[in-house]
């Protein structure tokens, strides 16, 4: 393990000709042009040159600005834990989305612990879990446009379970032991099903991300994932569409074979939404293809088209320009073959682009 990032990108430069084919190769050569007018090949001879352009670009960086004026991007998501309770930042520009995953499949004895001590409480039981899940979604609830949740392929979320098995599991996190898989799944459908009880009456959507099985065992770290469909858990997700009819649920998915059938799902359901393209979905010939699917079965309302989870901002702007540039090829080819009319194409970029993430998320 490198740990001097300097060294790691040296060490990886004779490898960089393998990936001059990929789609994230040009995102990073658009990073590298326009951000810090760089050129050239990128090799050990012109590596000292672009270290220096990119200190002085991070120098001289408002990473708020930058997202602003470079990226057009008009409101950002910061992603939340409930452990994040003193948090501030700028509504005018940010928002935040909170993750459930330690309130549920993944909790820890340390993150009930730190539940227990941050919210002055005891969890013993699922009642007591209740309690919890209400204080922190009433600590937050001004700060959110998104609840959100990444589940497994694996993980299904059930109607009908027993609320003394998800006591059983709590008394398991209590002594440190294991959960099951069984027992993650209580858990996880009884904090879920909780917290869409609180949304009801709010104006927070519910964020699904879907399709990554992590962690598998010889995957590429860090995330060491990678794109399994279950059939399964999108039924099982209808039947929570069709119970809570006053959320609106936003779908996220990196599968390509999944993509079809949330934009099925999408169509028939009023409250459910889809926002692409995630991570093994992120490609221009799968963007292109899921494009024309959705503006072909789709009210053009029920999706965006621009969801980026990147942890830089400068990697935001790679994101937004491959976004843009294959949704203008694809827009453009459909102007051309009379699907649309130019005036059309232009006003559906604006509601993929732009409107339909403000009514989705209450961003007004």
Request: glycine share 2%.
């Given at each position: 393990s490198i740990k001097d990032p300097d060294e790691r990108v040296r060490r990886s430069l004779p490898f960089l000709k393998n990936i001059k084919n990929t789609s994230t190769f040009w995102a990073l050569k658009r990073i590298l042009s326009k951000l810090f007018n760089f050129d050239e090949e990128l090799s050990e001879n012109t590596f000292n040159k672009l270290q220096e352009r990119f200190q002085a670009f991070e120098k001289n960086l408002n990473g708020v600005n930058f997202l602003k004026e470079k990226v057009k991007i008009k409101k950002a998501f910061l992603t939340l834990q409930f452990s994040d309770i003193n948090t501030t930042f700028d509504s005018s520009f940010f928002t935040g989305s909170l993750r459930i995953e330690k309130l549920s499949k993944d909790i820890s004895l340390e993150d009930l612990r730190k539940l227990e001590e941050i919210f002055s409480l005891e969890v013993k039981n699922s009642k007591d879990l209740r309690e919890g899940i209400s204080i922190v979604f009433e600590k937050f609830k001004n700060k959110l446009s998104s609840v959100a949740i990444s589940l497994n392929p694996s993980e299904l979320i059930l109607e009908d379970y027993e609320e003394k098995q998800v006591d059983d599991t709590i008394s398991k996190v209590k002594s440190g032991k294991q959960l099951s898989f069984e027992g993650k799944v209580y858990l996880l459908s009884f904090v879920v099903n909780e917290f869409l009880k609180l949304l009801k009456d709010s104006k927070v959507t519910f964020q699904l991300m879907l399709s990554v099985e992590r962690p598998v065992v010889g995957a590429s770290p860090p995330d060491y994932a990678i794109v399994?469909?279950?059939?399964k858990q999108l039924l099982s997700l209808c039947s929570l569409f069709h119970k809570y009819k006053e959320v609106k649920f936003d779908l996220i998915s990196a599968s390509k074979v999944?993509?079809?059938?949330?934009?099925v799902v999408t169509k028939n359901y009023p409250n459910v939404f889809s926002s692409g393209f995630w991570w093994y979905s992120y490609y221009p010939s799968i963007m292109e293809e899921r494009t024309v699917e959705k503006l072909q079965m789709l009210p053009m309302n029920k999706?965006?088209?621009?969801?980026?989870?990147?942890?830089?901002?400068?990697?935001?702007?790679?994101?937004?320009?491959?976004?843009?540039?294959?949704?203008?090829?694809?827009l453009t080819n459909l102007v051309e073959r009379e699907y649309f009319s130019k005036d059309?194409?232009?006003?559906?970029?604006?509601?993929?682009?732009?409107?339909?993430?403000?009514d989705i998320y209450n961003l007004k």
């Open positions: 399994v469909n279950e059939p999944q993509t079809h059938e949330i934009d999706w965006c088209a621009f969801f980026s989870d990147a942890y830089v901002p400068e990697w935001s702007y790679g994101k937004a320009q491959l976004t843009k540039y294959q949704l203008a090829i694809t059309l194409a232009v006003e559906v970029a604006e509601n993929l682009l732009y409107k339909n993430a403000i």
